[in-house]
């Protein structure tokens, strides 16, 4: 089957797979589509159902409370809106029926209908599908306690016909396939078959033949337009190749004679020895490395030109080099010279193994070691920096950054590098830093805020340092910078947990935690404060007409009002909701705290407008002293100050009441 399909023509074999992928995208279609319909229509049957039947469950509970059955069948008609529904019954606990419905389609009427309300659970919405009827049970609570439950029976009427409509319309959908295959196969035979026959009778042609002349013409811009053009560029290439090749031969001829000028000027030591470790070829920069001229020292052996110590020190490195089975090393080799100062030598070589020699390239890199080490170490320093490093010269422009710093600001080092330090440091800072290294012996440190590449401002620290330049070197500076966002963020939870997010006053947490440490303080010092439990009049009605903005600006006012009425020893909190709570410190006796009351009542009470409204928004507050005579608990002195708020609120609106345990 397979080897007979390998055989078909290009046009039998576009054929088969088009028609057979049309054929299965319309049967997944016709699938598709019965099941998607058949679910919606469900959802929005049973979510009909169960709505109509939260709504009257609803209505029913003042008719069950009375036992009120004819008030029952009204409101169970309320199902005559739907004319799907065929049958409902409201059944108490005890199992008796309160009310019962019934449409006028005895046709349409529900079988066995409590054997399929038995599978339903009583104490919550349920739910199940029979092949013609949908059956729901609603508990109907009062109190949070269920008293009937309803049953619901609806038919799946609609359901069979929206089936029967889905299916009618994908068999009339068959004719467009149809043509849609046909038409798919017409513009395939254009577009592809006939455009790969042109193009394969025209490379037969080029293979017998074998004239590169004779090539085919691109008829289009697409896939086979391209594959014709693709076909002409590979002739071209093989004709540009021939010419490279030639053009090679010539260039290495060159390149040989070039290479030899190069190894009699490089100014490092180049040594061909053979196996016996004998020099054969040594060009004159031998004698800066071994102290000798180099035509002295062909025919000698490495270890003749080298002092006994060094020999004896990496006698089993120099095995190594002058193993031909070895193809390559590279080391750096420590060594002495002869005043017995330690040096540094690169030591490259490389096994000839067709002449069965050894190449050798020493380099005294002693100076270069040196500083390298040395940038290495301060390279780890910089990159391993928790704290972000840049480094500027003295117009601004940034010279280094370390990782730290592209991971505190959001920058890659590749943004930053050759950029102005203004493009992300505000100019003020940089002015501000410039002028204090100025005058102030090179060093600069404080807290700036700036902008993180993602737009989010961060706290940063800043301490930088002026480095003074070489010679003609002009001087830099070096700036160490520290993300504080952590330790900000830390104070702002701290301030988050101890403050109503909307007032900026402190919450009920800190309330209690300052109420305690004064109870504290003042049971041992006999000393007095007073506790003012506040409740703001009229709040609610204006919250309700215009919108909880105007309350919530209501309660910024009136808390900024009530914070300006006290003295700065005194403490304003707010607890939830209009309730606020004001600890007046350190009173002498009761009418102290009640002037405290007095002046933060007359200005909660004074006119209030907003957005054009004058609102007429007042307090009723609870008077409690506290002193240090008796143990109370917090609780207890929030109860006697918020009881006799509420005597405030029942005898006479914006009043100001005393606890039963004051003597005011």
């Known amino acids: 089957m397979r080897n007979k399909f390998r055989n078909l023509s290009i046009r039998r074999k576009m054929t088969l797979p088009v028609s057979f992928i049309l054929v299965l995208m319309f049967c997944a279609f016709s699938l598709f589509s019965v099941f998607s319909i058949i679910n ?49 019954d409201v059944t108490k606990v005890d199992g008796s029926v309160f009310a019962s419905y019934r449409s006028f389609d005895e046709q349409n009427e529900c079988p066995h209908i409590e054997d399929n309300f038995l599978l339903l659970g009583k104490t919550h919405i349920d739910h199940s599908f029979s092949s013609n009827f949908l059956y729901v049970s609603i508990p109907v609570t009062v109190a949070e306690m269920t008293v009937a439950t309803m049953k619901i029976c609806t038919s799946l009427d609609e359901l069979h016909q929206a089936k029967n409509d889905v299916l009618k319309f994908c068999l009339l959908l068959l004719v467009p396939v149809f043509f849609l295959r046909y038409f798919l196969l017409k513009q395939l035979q254009v577009w592809v078959i006939n455009p790969v026959e042109s193009l394969s009778f025209a490379m037969q042609s080029l293979t017998k033949i074998r004239l590169l002349k004779q090539r085919p013409v691109a008829h289009g811009d697409d896939e086979i337009g391209s594959l014709v053009k693709c076909f002409n560029e590979m002739l071209d290439n093989l004709d540009e190749r021939d010419k490279q090749i030639s053009a090679s031969i010539e260039q290495v001829a060159s390149e040989k004679s070039f ?47 080298l002092n006994e110590r060094f020999w004896v020190l990496h006698d089993e490195t120099l095995k190594k080099i002058l193993e031909t ?23 490259k070589a490389r096994a000839l193994v067709e002449r069965n020699q050894v190449l050798i390239a020493i380099e005294d890199v002693t100076q270069k070691y040196l500083a390298e080490k040395q940038q290495r170490l301060a390279a780890r320093i910089f990159e391993q920096s928790r704290e972000g490093i840049i480094v ?27 950029a102005h330090i203004n493009d992300f440091l ?76 909307l007032t900026g006053l402190a919450n009920r947490k800190r309330l209690f935690d300052v109420l305690e440490k004064k109870m504290q303080d003042y049971l041992n010092n006999k000393t007095k404060f007073a506790v003012l439990y506040i409740d703001l009049d009229g709040f609610k009605p204006v919250n309700d007409t215009y919108g909880h903005h105007v309350g919530d600006e209501v309660l910024k006012r009136v808390a900024q009002r009530m914070e300006d009425s006290v003295r700065d020893n005194d403490f304003v909190a707010r607890l939830a909701g209009d309730e606020f709570v004001v600890l007046v410190d350190s009173i002498q006796s009761p009418q102290d705290g009640m002037l405290a009351a007095e002046r933060v009542c007359a200005a909660i009470n004074a006119p209030m407008t907003i957005e054009g409204n004058t609102l007429d928004i007042g307090a009723s507050i609870g008077f409690s002293e506290v002193h240090g005579e008796g143990q109370v608990s917090v609780e207890q002195v929030l109860q006697n100050a918020d009881a006799a708020m509420y005597r405030a609120k029942e005898n006479n609106q914006h009043s100001i009441v005393c606890s039963k345990l004051c003597e005011c």
């Open 392 to 418: 500027i010269d003295y117009e601004g422009s940034i010279l280094m950054v370390n990782s730290a710093l592209s991971s505190i600001m959001g920058y890659e080092a590749d943004e930053l590098m050759g």
């Open 259 to 305: 290479a030899d000028d190069v190894i009699s000027t490089v100014q490092h030591a180049l040594l061909v020895l053979d196996n016996q470790g004998r020099i054969l070829l040594a060009n004159s920069a031998c004698d800066g490395v071994f102290g000798c001229v180099a035509g002295d020292i062909r025919g000698l052996t490495l270890r003749t030109i």
């Open 426 to 501: 505000e100019i003020k800072y940089i002015h501000q830093i410039h002028q204090t290294i100025e005058g102030a012996g090179g060093r600069w440190r404080g807290e700036i805020s700036e902008k993180h590449k993602n737009g989010i401002m961060i706290p940063l620290e800043v301490r930088a340092n002026i480095i003074n330049g070489n010679n003609d070197e002009s001087a830099q500076i070096v700036m160490s910078i520290t993300d504080l966002s952590h330790k900000k963020e830390l104070e702002q939870l701290e301030y988050l947990a101890h403050h109503d997010a």
């Open 325 to 347: 089975d070895c193809e390559s090393f590279d080391e750096i080799i420590k060594a002495l010279d002869l005043q017995g100062s330690p040096r540094y030598y690169s030591v």
């Open 40 to 88: 919606t229509e469900q959802d929005n049957l049973l979510a009909r159902s169960v709505i109509l039947g939260k709504g009257v469950a609803i209505n029913l509970k003042a008719a069950l409370l009375f036992d009120d059955q004819r008030s029952g069948d009204e409101i169970l008609s309320a199902f005559q809106a739907d004319n799907m529904v065929n049958f409902v």
